[in-house]
């Protein structure tokens, strides 16, 4: 359903991608700043729930097992390669802010989607389909999320976070 949405509205990715790191930038630097740890690691949760969800739940009906190597770099249009860069930021941009170390949850974010597209290529019985692509916008979702957290941090602390 918000796949089919979102083909028929590709315009509207870009804007969703963005809101979507707007809205936990927020709420990150809300929690951040009046010192609730136990908020962030909620959001952790929260935000990990459907990345687990929409990666590894069965295909349903019909759905193939496969894997692809390839590599494309993300446009305005690209639903699926838009939504990959979104799946993991905002997870990554909270586990960033309550670990306060950015760069390892940047690593930890890489991590989490190779496993992922790992699990999808060796679990055939689920009909997930492997691919690099998802693997790199992933990766470049949690750069993204690192450097929202990096610069949280900096900000709540007025100098430069550790870059653990």
Do not use: Y
């Not at 990715?13 to 790191?21: G, H, Q």
């Not at 630097?29 to 908020?39: A, D, I, Q, Y």
């Not at 952790?44 to 193939?64: D, K, R």
């Not at 586990?95 to 950015?102: H, M």
Request: glycine share 8%.
């Amino acid at each position: 359903m918000i796949t089919d949405f979102l083909l028929e509205h590709a315009a509207l990715v870009p804007i969703a991608l963005l809101l979507i790191a707007v809205a936990c930038a927020g709420l990150g630097h809300v929690l951040l700043r009046t010192g609730r740890t136990g908020w962030l690691w909620a959001a952790v949760v929260v935000t990990a729930v459907p990345v687990l969800v929409l990666t590894l739940a069965p295909g349903g009906p019909g759905a193939f097992q496969r894997c692809a190597v390839q590599f494309a770099l993300p446009r305005l249009g690209s639903v699926e390669l838009l939504a990959n860069v979104a799946l993991l930021l905002p997870v990554t941009l909270f586990a960033a802010l309550a670990t306060r170390r950015p760069w390892l949850m940047f690593a930890a974010g890489t991590a989490l989607s190779a496993a992922i597209e790992a699990l999808q290529a060796l679990i055939t019985a689920i009909g997930r389909a492997c691919d690099t692509n998802d693997w790199a916008m992933n990766t470049l979702g949690a750069l993204v999320a690192a450097a929202i957290a990096w610069a949280l941090l900096a900000g709540a602390k007025g100098r430069r976070p550790t870059c653990r």
